[in-house]
């Protein structure tokens, strides 16, 4: 009935997002939702398991967070400061996360971020490379995407 | 100029905060374009929209919610799903264009990128050994 | 507003129309595509020029002032028809190239 | 009633005899033949009676309106020419009925030659002009069938073919003449055009109607210059000389004239258009026939110097003179087809018609000889023959002054002259061929007398020439005066018939000519024995020759050189041609009509717009500038402009056109760049020293292109500046809410009002569909384009050679991240797209907007996984949503009917849900629903068919190596 | 709207197009079914053109006012269908014609390639509604929908030609598309309405700067119609196309080129029949078509190929039609209708027959063995190889259709072809015309040029007949079977009926002229429609709305 | 007075986002490279999504928000197929 209740949920609410709140788009957004979802069930993704859906609130507050400083951030070096000691460069980083919708939050973070982004995923190393706009310190970026996000997703997603 | 009879019945302090994001929201997103047409390498570039993309939408998205809300004093709140969706769309076309940027600089040799193979990377950067976790 | 409109159709029915006469098939399609919006802007036009007026019924507002609904419906016909005639032609132009081994309209390199 | 069994027993002898052709009997269709000739004879006969007190007409109704009756009509002249038709026949068939040889598919012949004889009836019977010249046109035809009888000959094929052009010729101009005449007339019938001559001769048109008749006339009787087609002829059979190219079909053109003798005749043009071209014929056409060396041959141009003749006489104009012309349109039938006859058996006999070959033949031939030499002498003028009456009548018209000129005065010198070279034919024919030694070249050595039927015919015509000969007035005469009287009326003439005038100029004349004929042949006998190559003088003027030149020239070699200079074949010139015919339709009515700009009221630009439009603006010259070499580039330039056009759309109050542009737009971008991938490379040319024509022609587009924009910048600036006349908008916009049922005017318009248009749009989507369908499947791609493409190749190389990757590890770590976003936005897109749908009626979307967002949903699932990944999981069935979308929108609007009301009537009302509450329910929604359904089908099968063509390639790849992989 | 059989006006677009969507249902394989269904429709086609036409016939009068309101929307509000004599002419010939080519196909044509079936129909489909609507801009739907379909037939069977021909036709019809659309939405900027007649109606009192304006639109949507009719020099696309189309095709394309025709002869004599702009463009028909004919005239004498002849003889039809038209007088406008009629089938029948003519010269076997090639496709493989007899005496027939076709294009005696002529020339020079004017210069270029233009398909046809029978089929029957050559022969037996009855058929065309002739007929029938009662259910809302807005 | 600063407000953002389109417009003319400039037209369509926004306070209508979704849900379909095109030489495999 329910293949993916967290996603019908979600279109639900998107659905009463666009339509506005009555009982009856309640009821029509219910059946839409449900048959969206029946439609995602025939592509058979690789099932997603949110064992830690709770700690998804703190990943979001972080990540807007952490836009809002790295906007601060990128506008500043285009605005003209210290531009002649900014280098950019990649950088790369071993995972540990495997799971695919894990790898595509923490790509939609990586890119969101203004001053990272993702360049290329290898599955058989596990390895990702980035490409980071103002680079001083790589290990410190390793560090920064490991601990700050990969944790937090492994925790959510595996 | 055009004057908003519209928004007249708009209190002020919503005018304000719609404007403050108005700007805020547009300044970001020219500065990412300046920075995207004065920045010199493709994988600088890459990074100059998403100052559009994030904030900068968010908030004009903010700003947008703010006003109709207050206007038609009901919560307006459908501009969110345009964050969203432009928040998890755009890394989608910004990593496949990085990534066929790659290809591309690779095939033709430019030592500027590194090269595609796990096993070639410093050891050092490989701080653990790649594997299942 | 109009003096805007009617350069810019000006301007894409200039671009199209010299993409059309190009020897190319990939020139053509996007020249007709070009003027597939010169057109369609074209039959917009023609309703007059409002902005914030769509016809859109809403309490108190007076129909007289809502922009002509009429051009708008047919310039989404003709969307449609012109995207339908676009996706056609790229498929001709496919198999053309396919047949004959290049993108010349005429279907041979240098026509005499 | 007789007439019309007269006329249509032919054709259905015709009809009956080629039923005939798998019998393989050749008695059968000769007897059927023979029996139709006889039975026109006899009906022929019976009705003399009745013409002899006025003509006898029937008259059915056919076109009346037009002046085109199914009339016909016999008098006197009718009835001698169908008699003489008929009786000729007759004796023709019988004779066919032995000439034909085993080989040849009897019934066909028998079939045209009834055809022939039916048309030839039909011309002399008409009573409506018009109907006279149809049955023109079908002995043209049937001729053409009669002389290309032997198609295998290619002598044959082309002397019938000659006939066909020359005499259609003739026969076009003829029909436009009598078209002229009918004008001046008032009515295409034969009595009212007889009775107004006066009134025909004083029309200002009359020179005109006269020529184009005289060109029918001298066409179809090989007069000067258009006498050439009549020797080429000589390939059909010679039965078929014998009736057509002697008794009847050449004689259509001086019958034509002597019928229309009343109507056109005597004034000073109708002389010297008719004198000039029939002396000349007499005299060119004798003159020929002299040096002819096939016997049909000099029969052929003697036909054309007798009927040159006949024509001298009926220019004269002078009543006297048209009994002469009739007469001896009678006697020259009688001699010359029994002369054909003649030349029949020896053919036949001997195998050949050269002169050169035949001598000596009266040994073997005796009493074919004799005839032949009767009717010789008929035909040379020999007195007491049929011939000689008829000279002796045209020595006598011609020494009459009748339009004093120059002409007129040399007539009685060429007369004569044109009488000695006659003589000298006629005597070479019987000279060479019955005396002298015996023969030595012959192909049959041993000729013999015919079968006692075959030679019936020619006995029976010579008796005829004696007869008439000898006792003209007792034989001929009284029918003879009918026919007269049918055509001069009270004009005709005190004439007599007898064989001896007393010695007069004419009786002079004629026996210069006798001696002088045989005086020339004499000089010329062993000349002519030797001579190869055509007439002295004359020898280049060969009208056949100059007539085939010029077809070939005309007709297809000016005709080719004007079809590629006319024509195209190339698109661009055809496009250019288009867009200036377009431009030059816009502009001239406003140039004639004084366009200038005036001042006029505008709302003021607001800078942002214009801002954008420059972005606009730019990217559409930018497209196309790139469009060449870098079409990547030219794409995203073109998307650019496409943004520009829906920003502008909502700009300008138009939130639906803005949606439907923006997906339509997203789709068509993606189905260029499926199609991107089969198109060769093409690299910047570095040579910049472009040619100057190459230049010159880009200058002449670019000023056309500038042009048509110029012209679009006025022609839409000068439509805003005027509002538009309220008409049907204001009615749509008070309407929509309360009639139909909807707060969108635009989506009421387009399910409602105009509801029809949008079925019809869809249909187009998709028929186009269908057809891209179709194509796609016979889709081959070009030989470079069939190999991966270049990036793939290199990225298969390295996860190959790398033994830690898999093989197309590249492209799945590539897609990993993407495609897993991609896939989720699956249902969010559905559900955007059931949104779309849901608001259309009252608000921006609709059915097409929300189909093609559908449709994105499952490109998007293609382009993440690509076409196998999807289709594992996916069963789009796109004909299936398209015939459902179909039938659903046809449903709707016949499910009106049963109300009784028209197609499409819409009806809405708002139902009561329980829990929901009032929910609106428009009939026009279930329509849009069709409209979703197909646009589905047909946007995902169009992709979906591309996006196959790069799998099914690799299959072409699999077909090609014997290796293939298994798929 | 109490006559049930209104409806019928509606049945010609319909029924193609049930059929149409119908067939999409089954699969490729299911040929017997699907010819089927597409010849029934077909069957229906004719059996409802035919009662169109016989109330056509019977008239106001008769208690028949031929005007369909869609959606019951009063006029100029909604579209309406007006089947007057004219449209029920077409709709007639149509189905007429759509009967033989679809016959045709079923030997082979239709299993060569995808969908034949449903592009057919909906060709059907366009051309009907083309000649039914009453409204300008569902005119350019129909028109797209017969272009569309009749793109996907073009390039049926495929094959280099036919692509490179499609990709021609496809290219030039879309921009005369745009002309269309500029056409028509000019027309609506400055009048106000898309209805054709009250596009009549408005235009006798509208102001200098909006006359312009229209007849400006006018002329660029008079491009769209030229384009299609074929006029010189818009016209080498048709040459290329119509030759490079499969056979029952090309067949059924002949009536395509009428539908501008019958466009430019319907709106000019409602539209500018009267009035101020009276006689607009007529000289550019006259002169135009002249030039076309001159054209076709050149292009039939200097072709090779048979199929290149016959379309260049669609060109002559074309032009001697716009030329006729051009004159702008009832008489001979008459004469063309039927010439038009005559015309239409000879080229129809021509065309079916050349590609059994062809076949026994191998020309036609290549071009299907070239498409027939399998490229990676397994379903195309199981090309059935032709079955059936030879007919007995097949050469005789082909050649007898052939002669019968020569005669008829040529316009001798004693089929259709020549009435044809005679009914126009006897309006132009002839008993009919008048007497008053004289005749002037263009009409003597006319007639020369349809007499030139008749000459000039006899040589072709003499010679390429000669050609082909006599020269070189020697020896060779072609394999011609019963439903391809029963088509020809009955098209041309139509000829036959046309000739015996001409007057009848003269009456009928004259008819409809006079009642062209005087657009208050149709402009009040249009007008004066009544809606069928008032909507069975007023929308709750209405009541809401009048106080709301 | 709000609603002048409303208004100021508005004009400004529109012109930053009018000049923010003309520098991805540059970006698209300059390329260098192909990626460039559909990485430009990716940028040009979030701008254009934003100037629709804007455009809906200004006018103060909700009707203009589905033309903004649609950009911000599908605008990205295009420039991933042109992406996709850029990496595999083919859009869909
Ligand atoms: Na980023
Ligand atoms: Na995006």
């Known amino acids: 009935m329910l293949p993916y209740p967290l996603l019908s949920l979600s279109l639900l609410i998107m659905w009463l997002a666009l339509n506005g709140f009555t009982f009856g788009q309640l009821i029509v957004g219910g059946i839409v939702s449900v048959v969206a979802s029946w439609a995602m069930a025939s592509m058979r993704p690789s099932k997603p398991r949110l064992r830690g859906w709770y700690l998804l609130p703190k990943l979001v507050w972080i990540v807007l967070y952490d836009i809002v400083r790295s906007n601060a951030a990128v506008v500043w070096i285009l605005l003209g400061g210290h531009r002649e000691k900014r280098h950019s460069g990649f950088v790369a980083i071993p995972l540990e996360l495997r799971d695919p919708t894990g790898l595509a939050v923490l790509a939609v973070i990586i890119t969101s971020t203004p001053g990272t982004a993702w360049m290329e995923y290898n599955s058989g190393g596990g390895t990702v490379l980035i490409h980071v706009f103002d680079l001083v310190d790589e290990d410190g970026w390793v560090d920064l995407i490991k601990n700050r996000y990969e944790k937090l997703l492994v925790e959510i997603f595996e | 100029m055009s004057t908003i009879e519209h928004a007249a019945e708009l209190p002020a302090w919503a005018a304000l905060v719609v404007s403050v994001f108005l700007v805020l929201g547009s300044g970001l997103v020219l500065m990412g374009m300046l920075g995207f047409v004065r920045l010199s390498t493709f994988y600088e570039r890459i990074h100059a929209p998403t100052l559009g993309t994030s904030w900068g939408t968010g908030s004009i998205v903010i700003a947008s919610m703010v006003f109709f809300s207050v206007l038609s004093t009901r919560p307006v709140v459908h501009e969110i799903l345009i964050g969203i969706f432009v928040t998890v769309t755009t890394p989608v076309t910004l990593m496949l264009l990085a990534r066929a940027a790659l290809h591309r600089d690779r095939s033709e040799g430019n030592p500027e990128v590194p090269e595609d193979s796990p096993a070639e990377m410093p050891a050092e950067e490989s701080g653990e050994p790649a594997g299942r976790a | 507003m109009e003096l805007v409109l009617a350069l810019a159709i000006g301007i894409m029915t200039s671009s199209g129309v010299w993409l059309l006469l190009r020897p190319r098939t990939y020139q053509v399609i996007i020249g007709l595509s070009l003027l597939s919006y010169a057109v369609n802007l074209f039959i917009f036009s023609v309703g007059g020029v409002k902005s914030n007026a769509a016809p859109l019924l809403e309490n108190g507002v007076k129909t007289a002032d809502l922009a002509d609904p009429v051009p708008q419906a047919l310039v989404l016909t003709a969307i449609v028809i012109g995207f339908a005639t676009t996706a056609l032609f790229l498929v001709v132009l496919l198999a053309a190239r396919g047949l004959t081994g290049t993108d010349h309209v005429d279907g041979r390199e240098q026509p005499k | 009633m007789i007439l019309v069994l007269l006329v249509c027993l032919p054709f259905l002898g015709s009809l009956v005899a080629i039923a005939l052709l798998k019998t393989d009997s050749r008695v059968l269709a000769a007897r059927l033949a023979g029996a139709v000739a006889l039975a026109g004879l006899l009906m022929t006969a019976w009705l003399y009676p009745a013409v002899t007190r006025g003509p006898v007409r029937l008259e059915l109704e056919w076109l009346p309106q037009l002046g085109l009756n199914f009339t016909l009509r016999m008098d006197g002249l009718a009835w001698l020419f169908s008699m003489l038709i008929t009786g000729i026949g007759f004796l023709v068939v019988l004779y066919a009925r032995y000439y034909m040889s085993e080989e040849d598919p009897v019934p066909r012949f028998f079939s045209f030659l009834l055809a022939f004889m039916g048309s030839m009836l039909g011309i002399v019977l008409s009573g409506n002009i018009i109907l006279l010249s149809i049955f023109w046109e079908l002995t043209s035809i049937s001729s053409f069938l009669l002389i290309s009888y032997w198609h295998h000959n290619a002598a044959a094929r082309d002397g019938a073919r000659m006939a066909l052009t020359v005499t259609c010729i003739g026969g076009f101009c003829l029909l436009v003449g009598l078209l002229i005449l009918g004008h001046i007339v008032g009515s295409y019938d034969l009595d009212a055009v007889l009775a107004a001559g006066d009134k025909i001769r004083a029309h200002p048109l009359y020179l005109t109607t006269l020529c184009l008749i005289l060109m029918g006339a001298l066409t179809k009787s090989a007069q000067v210059p258009f006498h050439f087609w009549l020797p080429n002829a000589m390939a059909a059979p010679t039965p078929v000389s014998a009736y057509l190219h002697s008794a009847t079909m050449v004689k259509a053109g001086v019958f034509l004239l002597v019928r229309l003798w009343p109507a056109l005749s005597g004034t000073y043009e109708w002389f010297m258009l008719l004198g000039l071209a029939g002396i000349s014929t007499l005299l060119l056409g004798a003159y020929f026939a002299m040096f002819q060396q096939d016997l049909k041959g000099l029969l052929a141009y003697s036909t054309i110097s007798h009927l040159g003749l006949i024509m001298t006489l009926l220019s004269l104009g002078s009543p006297v003179a048209a009994v002469a012309a009739i007469f001896h349109m009678m006697n020259h039938a009688t001699f010359k087809a029994s002369l054909f006859m003649a030349a029949g058996i020896i053919d036949h006999e001997t195998g050949t018609r050269d002169m050169r070959k035949l001598s000596g033949l009266f040994r073997y031939l005796p009493v074919t000889g004799i005839l032949a030499m009767v009717a010789s002498a008929a035909m040379a003028g020999v007195p007491l023959l049929n011939g000689f009456i008829s000279k002796e009548m045209f020595f006598a018209e011609t020494v009459e002054t009748h339009a004093d000129s120059l002409l007129d005065r040399l007539m009685p010198y060429l007369a004569t002259l044109a009488g000695a070279f006659s003589v000298a034919y006629s005597l070479r024919f019987i000279h060479v061929v019955f005396f002298g030694p015996p023969p030595t070249e012959l192909p049959n050595p041993k000729p013999h007398e015919p079968p006692h039927w075959m030679r019936f015919p020619m006995e029976f015509l010579v008796v005829a020439c004696l007869v008439v000969g000898i006792i003209p007035g007792l034989s001929i005469g009284p029918f003879l005066h009918t026919a007269v009287v049918s055509v001069l009326g009270s004009q005709t003439p005190e004439y007599s018939l007898a064989v001896w005038h007393g010695i007069n100029t004419p009786l002079i004349m004629s026996a210069i000519a006798l001696g002088g004929g045989v005086a020339l042949y004499i000089l010329l006998k062993d000349y002519l024995a030797k001579c190869d190559d055509g007439p002295p003088l004359f020898r280049h003027l060969a009208g056949q020759r100059i007539f085939e030149r010029v077809l070939v020239t005309v007709s297809w070699k000016w005709a080719r050189f004007l079809e590629s200079r006319l024509g195209t074949r190339s698109l661009q010139p055809q496009l250019r041609l288009v867009v200036a015919a377009g431009l030059l339709a816009g502009v001239v009515p406003l140039a004639i009509a004084g366009f200038s700009s005036q001042p006029m009221i505008l709302s003021t630009v607001d800078p942002a717009f214009a801002a954008v439009w420059l972005v606009g603006a730019i990217c559409a010259i930018g497209a196309a500038y790139q469009a060449k070499y870098h079409r990547l580039a030219a794409l995203v330039l073109l998307s650019g402009t496409g943004i520009t056009t829906c920003i502008t759309f909502v700009w300008l109050s138009a939130p639906d056109l803005a949606i439907t542009q923006l997906l339509v737009e997203i789709v068509t971008t993606v189905l260029i760049l499926l199609g991107l991938r089969w198109l060769p490379k093409r690299f910047e040319k570095i040579d910049n020293s472009v040619a100057f024509i190459s230049r010159a022609r880009r200058l002449r587009d670019f000023l056309l292109a500038i042009a048509c924009g110029a012209g679009m910048f006025v022609f839409s600036y000068a439509i805003m500046k005027q509002p538009v006349p309220d008409a049907i908008a204001s009615y749509f916009l008070e309407n929509a809410y309360s009639q139909g049922g909807g707060r969108n005017v635009v989506n009421v318009i387009l399910v409602d009002f105009r509801g029809f248009d949008t079925m019809g749009e869809i249909v187009v989507l998709g028929i186009v569909a269908l057809t891209v369908f179709a194509l796609l499947r016979r889709f081959r791609p070009a030989p470079d384009s069939i190999e991966k493409p270049e990036q793939q190749r290199i990225q298969n190389a390295f996860d190959l050679e790398r033994p830690e990757r898999s093989d197309g590890e590249t492209v799945r770590d590539y897609l990993l991240v993407p495609s897993v976003i991609m896939q989720w936005m699956f249902p969010v897109v559905i559900t955007l797209a059931v949104y779309i749908f849901l608001r259309g009626h009252d608000l921006p979307g609709g059915g097409f907007a929300a189909g093609i967002t559908m449709a994105i949903a499952f490109l998007l699932q293609y382009l993440a996984g690509g076409v196998r990944w999807a289709e594992d999981r996916l069963r789009v069935l796109p004909l299936r949503w398209m015939g459902v979308g179909l039938l659903t929108a046809v449903a709707t609007g016949v499910g009106a009917w049963v109300l009784d009301y028209p197609f499409l009537t819409s009806h809405s009302r708002y139902i009561d849900i329980p829990l929901v509450g009032k929910a609106p329910l428009a009939s026009a929604l279930l329509f849009d629903l069709g409209v979703f359904s197909l646009v589905v089908g047909s946007t995902v099968l169009i992709l979906i068919a591309l996006a196959h063509q790069s799998v099914r390639t690799h299959r072409v790849r699999a077909i090609e190596t014997p290796k293939a992989e298994e798929l | ?549 | 007075m709000s609603h002048v600063i409303l208004a100021c407000s508005v004009v400004i953002a529109q012109v930053f986002l009018v000049v923010a389109m003309w520098l991805a417009m540059v970006r698209m003319f300059r390329g260098p490279r192909a990626q460039d400039r559909v990485l430009a037209l990716d940028a040009l369509y979030v701008c254009s999504m934003l100037l629709l926004m804007v455009f809906g306070i200004r006018s103060g209508h909700t009707i203009y928000f589905e033309a903004s979704l649609i950009i911000g849900m599908l605008g990205f379909v295009s420039t991933v197929a042109l992406a996709k095109f850029l990496m595999r030489g083919e859009v869909i495999e």
């Open chain 5, 1 to 549: 709207m109490n006559d049930w059989y209104r409806h019928i006006i509606i049945a010609p677009i319909l029924v193609p197009l049930v059929a149409g969507a119908l067939l999409l249902f089954f699969d490729e394989r299911r040929r017997v079914l699907k010819a089927m269904i597409s010849v029934v429709s077909c069957v229906l086609l004719v059996g409802v053109a035919i009662a169109l036409f016989r109330l056509a016939i019977k008239g106001p009068q008769g208690g028949f006012d031929g005007v369909y309101l869609l959606g019951n929307w009063a006029a100029p509000f909604g579209i309406v269908l007006v089947a007057d004599q004219l449209s029920a002419l077409m709709l007639v010939l149509t189905s007429v014609l759509a009967i033989p080519a679809l016959v045709f196909s079923l030997a082979r044509w239709h299993a060569a390639g995808a969908h034949f079936h449903s592009l057919f129909q909906l060709l059907l489909m366009g051309l009907n509604g083309a000649f039914l609507t009453g409204d300008l801009f569902n005119l350019f739907v129909f028109f797209e929908v017969m272009l569309a379909a009749s793109y996907g037939l073009l390039m049926h069977g495929s094959g280099s030609m036919r692509v490179k021909a499609g990709m021609h036709y496809i290219v030039v019809n879309l921009v005369g598309a745009l002309c269309f659309l500029i056409g028509v939405s000019t027309i609506y900027g400055s009048v106000g309405t898309l209805n054709m007649a009250d596009l009549a109606l408005r235009i006798a009192d509208l102001d200098p700067d909006r006359r312009m304006l229209l007849e400006a639109g006018a002329g660029v949507l008079g491009v769209a119609f030229l384009v299609k009719a074929g006029m010189w020099p818009l016209n080498f696309w048709l040459p290329a196309a119509y030759s490079a189309a499969s056979a029952p095709v090309a067949g059924i394309f002949a009536i395509m080129s009428k539908v501008g025709i019958y466009v430019i002869l319907r709106l000019s004599l409602l539209v500018f029949g009267e009035g101020s702009s009276a006689g607009f463009g007529l000289n550019v028909l006259l002169y135009g078509g002249m030039a076309t004919i001159l054209f076709g005239t050149i292009g039939v004498l200097a072709s090779q190929a048979l199929g290149r002849l016959a379309s260049y003889s669609v060109l002559v039809s074309s032009g001697t039609l716009l030329a006729v038209l051009g004159l702008g007088n009832g008489v001979v406008t008459a004469g063309a209708l039927f010439y038009l009629v005559s015309s239409t089938l000879t080229l129809g029948a021509f065309f079916m027959l050349i590609e059994l003519v062809e076949r026994g010269q191998d020309a036609g076997a290549t071009v299907l063995a070239v498409t027939m090639e399998a490229y990676g496709d397994a379903d195309e493989e199981e090309e059935e190889t032709e079955i059936g007899v030879t007919m007995p005496a097949t050469i005789a027939m082909l050649g007898t259709c052939f002669a019968a076709i020569g005669i008829l294009l040529s316009g001798l005696p004693p089929l259709s072809g020549f009435i044809a002529k005679f009914a126009m020339l006897t309006g132009m020079i002839g008993v009919n015309a008048s007497n008053a004017v004289g005749i002037s210069l263009s009409v003597w270029l006319i007639v020369a040029l349809l007499i030139l233009s008749g000459l000039a398909a006899l040589i072709s046809m003499t010679r390429a007949g000669i050609r082909t029978f006599w020269a070189s089929m020697e020896g060779t029957v072609p394999r011609v079977l019963v439903v391809e050559m029963a088509p020809v022969l009955l098209l041309v037996a139509v000829t036959l009926v046309l000739t015996v009855q001409a007057g009848p058929v003269m009456r009928y065309m004259e008819a409809t002229v006079e009642r062209l002739a005087r657009p208050t007929l149709y402009i009040d029938a249009v007008m004066d429609a009544r809606r069928a009662g008032q909507p069975a259910q007023t929308p709750v809302g209405a009541t809401v709305t009048e106080e709301g807005i």
